[in-house]
């Protein structure tokens, strides 16, 4: 059992099981921390990641942690790293019930062997495949054995354990009673001697060349199975155990004293290192500057994560549209002729699922709280695009805040260059499978991007408050304006560019719009609709000559995207900008343009955090299709 002093025969063979049981595994990198203290990062399969600590003499096993290293490494860690980092671990394995661990590690055609001594003052020494000693952590030379460079390393040729014809010559050599010949021998100490004595059913002050051998090796035997294969690692006020042996006050650890493995247990009951304590107990000094600008950097997150949630109120309520204004259109109409009272009671008797996602009433505003994924309040006088009014409103103060606190913190910035951090991707929001662009005065406008979108927006996503917006010719995007706007020219000129105008090379095209209720897929007699076109009946409303072009720009803020639409919107919104017209060059080669010309735009460092927004796929989802010419970049 480990203690204070360091690890045990049997627990060195515990943590050897453990280590081996997760190869392969290969030598990352080496650091010293102390002169007797050592950490190896292992990397193993399927990306894992292991840290082993090594305080030579006392204790090796795996950590979650490492204490920091020093900035410059030692020159024993330096020589590791030169000689084993990025071998191998071919296999791990203990001499014997000795307290020494031997990686044999093999790198190009060259195997080296690190040996982790934890016995009397310890030692790591590096060898080669003979055993020939490259360089050890501490030069010695001992009365029958030299630690010393180009010295070979020797370790004892008999294991008194490994073998019942091993064991008998032992104890048949040893005149001291079986319990001292096995503790000392065979180095198992003395709490294992006793309970190996125990199961084999000899009396412990037998006279070990007296014992049958035969019952000995065989309890020795399911001691060391209990220790690999099924053990139960728990620690005491005075020592760690692998594995509890039978008639020991803690046989049934409980819950503070349960480990996953024997490193965990081993790692919670030594004492942190040196390095480790200093790591724990200095704290860091900030100036003034760093105090103020770590305040603003949690007001600055505490307004995103507000921004953020109100973002997917907004989002919520536009994909609940056609519910949430039933649910206006009814308790509108009930307010005027019943009481809230009335009507809370009365929703609160009945079984109508709709009803259910009415959480709460508040009679004083004449609003009610819905819960359709999120937990949104709506005014029931007020229309869908109103209420989503009301929190683009909550949205647009807190970006005014966070615009505040980012000034403020510039201008306690110090001078040196501020490499950026803060780059966030825009979350994915339901619509943006869909071509889509936001208006100037914040209205939601979609578009299909094939037959099948088309057939999807109209079915599922067209509501009675949206306008159907087509280009008049035939191929082009069903366009579904999500609300009112007064902002038509930035929304007939997106249908007018995704459509077969932009195809066919011409420069303008004529668009319509129509009410959702003219809008049909039931043909008269004789007609035939194909999937994705529609039959509008009824007066519509025509744009003439609609200049096609489209914009593709980069934002970053508040939160990173590359966004498109009509080049008016995009360039108020973006300082990275790049404007199409119908053109020669092929969709693809177009977006690796535009790709090519934002990139110049943006730092090295800046270009490494927008890997996952700003590649060819975000921006050829916004080129039309058909050849284009790039007319404008900034």
């Given at each position: ?66 204490p920091p290293p020093p900035k410059n490494p030692p020159q024993f860690a330096m020589l590791l790293r030169k000689y084993i980092s990025g071998g191998k671990v071919l296999a791990i394995r203990q001499h014997g019930l000795e307290r020494i661990l031997i990686f044999d590690i093999g790198k190009g055609t060259l195997t080296y062997r690190l040996i982790i001594e934890l016995f009397d003052e310890g030692n790591v020494i590096l060898t080669d495949e003979a055993y020939r000693i490259i360089k050890p ?498």
């Open positions: 059992m480990a203690t204070a002093q360091g690890m045990s025969g049997i627990d060195v063979r515990a943590v050897t099981c453990e280590l081996s049981a997760k190869l392969p595994l290969w030598i990352d990198k080496v650091y010293q921390f102390e002169t007797r203290t050592l950490g190896i990062r292992l990397n193993g399969e399927d990306h894992a990641k292991y840290q082993l600590l090594i305080e030579a003499g006392r204790r090796a096993h795996l950590v979650k942690n490492f952590l501490r030069h010695h030379r001992f009365r029958d054995r030299d630690i010393v460079p180009d010295a070979v390393y020797t370790m004892s040729s008999t294991d008194p354990t490994g073998s019942p014809e091993a064991l008998a010559a032992t104890l048949a050599g040893d005149d001291r009673d079986l319990v001292r010949a096995l503790a000392i021998a065979g180095m198992l100490g003395g709490t294992y001697a006793e309970y190996v004595c125990l199961t084999a059913g000899i009396d412990k002050t037998t006279p070990a060349s007296k014992a049958d051998p035969g019952p000995v090796f065989d309890a020795i035997r399911s001691l060391f199975d209990g220790v690999q294969y099924a053990g139960h690692p728990v620690i005491s006020a005075t020592s760690c155990e692998p594995v509890v042996i039978a008639g020991e006050s803690k046989s049934i650890p409980d819950d503070k004293n349960r480990f996953s493995g024997f490193s965990e247990a081993l790692e919670s009951f030594y004492p942190v290192t040196r390095a480790e304590k200093v790591r724990i107990t200095s704290k860091p000094k900030l100036s003034e500057e760093e105090r103020i600008h770590r305040y603003q950097e949690t007001a600055i997150k505490k307004f995103d994560d507000k921004i953020k949630k109100t973002e997917e109120m907004v989002s919520a309520i536009y994909e609940n549209y056609p519910f949430i204004s039933q649910v206006i259109s009814s308790l509108d109409a009930a307010s005027k002729r019943l009481s809230w009272q009335e009507i809370e009671r009365h929703l609160r008797d009945t079984s109508s699922a709709d009803a259910k996602h009415i959480v709460a009433f508040h009679p004083d505003e004449a609003s009610v709280e819905l819960d359709i994924g999120k937990k949104v309040k709506i005014f029931v006088h007020e229309s869908v695009e109103q209420n989503a009014g009301r929190y683009y409103a909550v949205i647009k103060k807190f970006k005014k805040k966070k615009e505040g606190a980012l000034a403020a913190m510039k201008n306690i910035r110090q001078k040196k260059k501020i490499i950026r951090h803060d780059i966030v991707p825009m979350k994915k929001l339901w619509y943006h499978r869909f071509r889509w662009f936001v208006t100037s005065d914040g209205t939601v406008v979609l578009g299909g991007r094939d037959a099948s979108q088309n057939e999807e927006l109209v079915k599922k996503y067209m509501a009675g408050g949206d306008l159907f917006v087509h280009a008049d010719i035939h191929g082009a995007s069903v366009v579904i304006v999500k609300g009112r706007t007064e902002k038509m020219d930035e929304v007939a000129q997106f249908a007018a560019s995704y459509s077969g105008a932009w195809r066919s090379g011409h420069f303008s095209a004529d668009v319509y719009s129509a009410q959702p209720g003219q809008v049909s897929k039931t043909p008269q007699a004789g007609e035939f609709v194909a999937r994705g076109s529609f039959i509008v009946r009824g007066e519509r409303t025509y744009y003439r000559n609609i200049p096609l072009a489209v914009g593709i720009g980069l934002v970053l803020e508040p939160q990173a995207a590359v966004i498109g639409g009509p080049p008016g919107v995009v360039r108020s919104r973006t300082k990275r900008f790049a404007e199409l017209k119908p053109g020669q060059y092929e969709p693809n080669d177009v977006a690796k343009k535009v790709l090519r010309l934002l990139r110049q735009k943006i730092t090295p460092d800046e270009e490494k955090l927008l890997k996952g927004v700003l590649n060819t796929e975000t921006v050829a989802a916004f080129v039309p299709p058909g050849g284009s010419d790039i007319l404008e970049a900034s």
